[in-house]
């Protein structure tokens, strides 16, 4: 098996080469080869990867080569592919078309999702969670996420990790106590960021949507599924911790402003670990200002530089912006007559997802 698998990646590293110079998708700007090989350089599965890719290219050879087996397995993947000395043209296409259709595969049921429902943490201001808990199906009870939001804070010393602003509440709350002489959490005076205090959020790395159950099921739906699977692809220990109740444990959440907030969930910063408890943070935006911050090592934090870097290098990330643009205007009932309103996304994340 690990020959089988060492002859896979050579194949692999071979097609995304041969690829790489017809790597775009009509206008949309996005470069789904590219993206193939740098979730190939980012994922702790190879194996796994390799399957999944397998599958998708076996799906196209089984139709260029007329073939009336399974090409979907490895093993018969390879075994085809091997079988020519030369590729004819079409299998040529039927290669590219499976690495193009793993691609939109990926952001179909891992990026897009993630991308979707990351803004969507219930208490996104002090005393809101249990406001949202009644808006919002299948997230935790209004005493784990108030015990989440205390640990955090605590945690996090009562600031943004990203800003380091300090927490609005807590602060006046100290002041009405020891007046200009109020103090952080380690001790410094606070009276000269009276200016720059902010209400702080407590944002999960991933969303309960992802974890949750649906109403009446009893297992998760396919498309979360298929989700928690190419997760397991980058890092196979980070949905048994945050699955059940584990995903409203601080190990799942940091503490941020409403802005940064935002830019996290919109994949515009990231954290990357520079050893121990210190993280680097990363803009897409090269003139933001960089800051270290100090944060418990945790292997969920540390997947968010892998999608970030994936969705920016391939362009993903002005792709799945578009379809969500489109899905907004689904949702508002402004249909495109020339067919291009995405119905098959909303309805995948409307029903795999949001209302689970």
Same mark, same amino acid.
Request: aromatic share 8%; net charge neutral; glycine share 6%.
């Given at each position: 098996?690990?020959?089988?698998? #060492?002859?896979?990646?050579?194949?692999?590293?071979?097609?995304?080469?041969?690829?790489? &110079?017809?790597?775009?998708?009509?206008?949309?700007?996005l470069?789904?080869?590219?993206?193939?090989?740098?979730v190939?350089?980012?994922?702790i599965?190879k194996?796994?990867? !390799?399957?999944?890719?397998?599958?998708?290219i076996? +799906? +196209?050879? %089984?139709?260029?080569?007329?073939n009336n087996?399974?090409?979907t397995e490895?093993?018969?993947?390879?075994?085809?592919?091997?079988?020519?000395?030369?590729?004819?043209? =079409?299998?040529?296409?039927a290669?590219?078309?499976?690495?193009v259709?793993?691609?939109?595969?990926?952001?179909?049921?891992?990026f897009?999702?993630?991308?979707?429902?990351?803004?969507?943490?219930?208490?996104?201001?002090? %005393?809101? /969670?249990c406001?949202?808990?009644?808006? +919002?199906?299948?997230? %935790?009870?209004p005493?784990?996420? =108030? +015990?989440?939001?205390?640990?955090c804070?605590?945690?996090?010393?009562?600031?943004? @990790?990203?800003?380091?602003?300090?927490c609005? @509440?807590?602060?006046?709350?100290?002041?009405?106590?020891?007046?200009?002489?109020?103090?952080? &959490?380690d001790?410094?005076?606070l009276?000269? =960021?009276?200016s720059? $205090?902010?209400?702080?959020?407590v944002?999960?790395i991933?969303?309960?949507?992802?974890?949750?159950?649906?109403?009446?099921?009893?297992?998760?739906?396919e498309s979360?599924?298929?989700?928690?699977?190419?997760?397991? $692809?980058?890092d196979?220990s980070?949905?048994?911790?945050?699955s059940?109740? &584990?995903i409203?444990?601080?190990?799942? /959440?940091?503490?941020?402003?409403?802005r940064a907030?935002?830019?996290f969930?919109?994949f515009?910063?990231?954290?990357?670990?520079?050893?121990?408890?210190?993280?680097?943070?990363?803009y897409?935006d090269?003139?933001?200002?960089?800051?270290n911050?100090?944060l418990? #090592?945790?292997r969920? !934090? !540390?997947?968010?530089?892998?999608?970030?870097?994936?969705?920016?290098m391939s362009?993903?990330e002005?792709?799945?912006?578009?379809?969500?643009?489109? $899905?907004d205007e689904?949702?508002?009932?402004?249909?495109?007559a020339?067919?291009?309103?995405p119905?098959?996304?909303?309805?995948r994340?409307?029903?795999?997802?949001? $209302?689970?």
């Open positions: 098996m690990p020959a089988e698998y #060492a002859r896979a990646m050579n194949t692999f590293d071979t097609l995304t080469t041969q690829f790489q &110079d017809r790597d775009h998708i009509n206008n949309t700007g470069k789904p080869i590219l993206l193939t090989r740098l190939r350089d980012q994922v599965d194996n796994a990867f !390799l399957r999944f890719c397998s599958y998708f076996g +799906e +196209e050879l %089984g139709g260029a080569s007329n087996y399974n090409l490895l093993s018969a993947c390879l075994s085809c592919l091997n079988s020519r000395s030369i590729w004819a043209a =079409e299998i040529i296409e290669l590219y078309n499976g690495l259709n793993f691609a939109k595969f990926i952001i179909d049921n891992l897009m999702p993630l991308k979707a429902l990351s803004t969507k943490t219930p208490n996104s201001t002090p %005393g809101s /969670a406001h949202l808990l009644s808006q +919002e199906a299948g997230i %935790g009870t005493q784990r996420l =108030e +015990e989440l939001r205390d640990n804070l605590k945690r996090d010393r009562h600031r943004c @990790v990203v800003t380091r602003h300090v609005r @509440v807590e602060a006046r709350a100290r002041f009405k106590v020891d007046g200009v002489r109020f103090v952080d &959490d001790g410094a005076g009276y000269a =960021e009276r720059t $205090m902010e209400d702080l959020e944002a999960h991933f969303p309960h949507s992802l974890m949750s159950l649906s109403k009446g099921e009893q297992t998760l739906s979360k599924q298929l989700a928690h699977k190419l997760l397991n $692809m980058f196979p980070v949905v048994p911790r945050i059940g109740c &584990d409203d444990k601080p190990i799942n /959440a940091i503490t941020l402003i409403e907030h935002t830019m969930g919109n515009e910063i990231a954290f990357e670990h520079l050893g121990g408890h210190t993280y680097k943070i990363d897409v090269p003139e933001e200002i960089f800051t911050l100090d418990p #090592a945790t969920i !934090l !540390l997947l968010t530089p892998d999608r970030t870097k994936v969705l920016h362009a993903a002005e792709y799945i912006d578009n379809v969500l643009r489109k $899905m689904t949702y508002r009932r402004q249909l495109n020339n067919g291009s309103t119905i098959d996304h909303y309805i994340l409307k029903l795999g997802f949001v $209302m689970s």
